[in-house]
């Protein structure tokens, strides 16, 4: 059984909320639908489950075309970043019901729910009512109802958001597993990067209600095919510096110059965008084509056990993304590191032209 969204475009009031979507999405893979707020994604989502119907376009299931057929006769279900919950209703009934709704035997329904209760850790509180748990239970219990109805397609929009950080990695590893062992296709809404890159499967990025790139996640990751998806898809976005090559060095702003490299030495001379991760940023150098810069300090960000160092020079401004807490104070003078080798180079126009390299002894980030 495969999902496949055909030309399809939702505009409402004028405005294109989805505008000339194709997707494929097949048996048993798991698809994130990576985006800002607003992005399309939940619109998205929608037109899948047919809760709405496209301006144009065709959304078809089993390759029969389903544009004009009602939620209730499609077998989907839906998962929401709230707990939603039948609030009188026991967990264990909360689970069984779509199961009670399609008329299976009580017999039947109790072993459904004993083994999704088992799977996903909560046949302790079958007999509690959903307001006695906790955040993670409850939203646990939300899947579970989902998930016992084995249905063609599940539809998840942002369901961790409001889980705490703990809870939503064990989630997100649960998830993986669940889904390697069943046939649904599952779709997976997400505003942040790193959220993709634990889910993997193939990820989509929306922006502005058009589809941007889609493919595997690592891929997609490692080779936006352009400045948008890079900007999308790493928090912090990607740093983006303006420069040129030249036929012996590459120069950032008329101020950074550095001699080509290996990776860049196959590119014409010209005007490019470069990006690099924060991530990938140092304050000290770790491979023989580091590029030293000197840099002022805006503001260093403590997050927990990590620092957003947010710097400028006289030209451009970049942020690297630090583990560990680093303080510093605002206007201190300090010199940062480019490994040039992790430069992603994008036409004028943005489109990616070369990805940056992978060495062996790279290490992958977030």
Do not use: W
């Not at 000339?20 to 800002?36: D, H, I, M, W």
């Not at 369901?159 to 939503?168: A, E, I, M, T």
């Amino acid at each position: 059984m495969s999902l496949t969204l055909e030309n399809v475009t939702q505009i409402v009031d004028g405005q294109y909320y989805i505008n000339q979507a194709n997707l494929t999405f097949e048996p048993g893979s798991f698809n994130v639908l990576l985006g800002r707020t607003l992005s399309g994604k939940t619109s998205l989502m929608r037109l899948m489950a047919g809760l709405e119907k496209p301006t144009s376009g065709r959304v078809l299931m089993h390759g029969i075309d389903m544009t004009g057929v009602s939620v209730q006769k499609r077998n989907i279900s839906m998962v929401y970043q709230q707990f939603i919950n039948y609030p009188n209703m026991s967990v264990y009934d909360n689970i069984a019901s779509p199961l009670r709704l399609a008329k299976e035997s009580e017999k039947s329904i109790q072993e459904k729910v004993m083994e999704i209760a088992e799977m996903l850790r909560i046949t302790p509180f079958l007999s509690r009512l959903p307001l006695e748990l906790s955040g993670g239970q409850q939203q646990r219990t939300a899947m579970a109802r989902a998930l016992i109805k084995d249905a063609d397609l599940i539809l998840f929009d942002e369901p961790l958001v409001n889980l705490d950080y703990k809870l939503r990695e064990e989630l997100r590893i649960e998830m993986r597993e669940l889904f390697a062992q069943r046939n649904t296709i599952a779709v997976y809404a997400t505003t942040e990067p790193n959220e993709a890159l634990a889910l993997g499967g193939t990820t989509t990025i929306l922006h502005e209600g058009q589809i941007i790139q889609t493919g595997p996640t690592a891929e997609t990751y490692h080779s936006p095919c352009n400045v948008i998806a890079a900007t999308l898809f790493n928090e912090p976005p990607i740093n983006m510096i303006k420069g040129h090559i030249t036929e012996n060095e590459v120069t950032f702003d008329n101020m950074v110059h550095f001699p080509l490299t290996s990776e860049l030495n196959t590119l014409s001379a010209g005007e490019y965008q470069f990006g690099i991760r924060p991530s990938h940023l140092s304050l000290l150098p770790k491979n023989d084509d580091d590029l030293e810069i000197s840099v002022q300090v805006e503001v260093a960000e403590i997050s927990g056990s990590e620092t957003f160092l947010h710097v400028r020079n006289a030209h451009f401004q970049m942020v690297l993304h630090l583990s560990g807490v680093h303080s510093y104070h605002v206007d201190e003078k300090i010199k940062i590191y480019v490994p040039t080798h992790k430069l992603n180079v994008f036409e004028k126009d943005g489109d990616l032209i070369q990805a940056s390299s992978r060495r062996i002894e790279d290490h992958f980030h977030g």
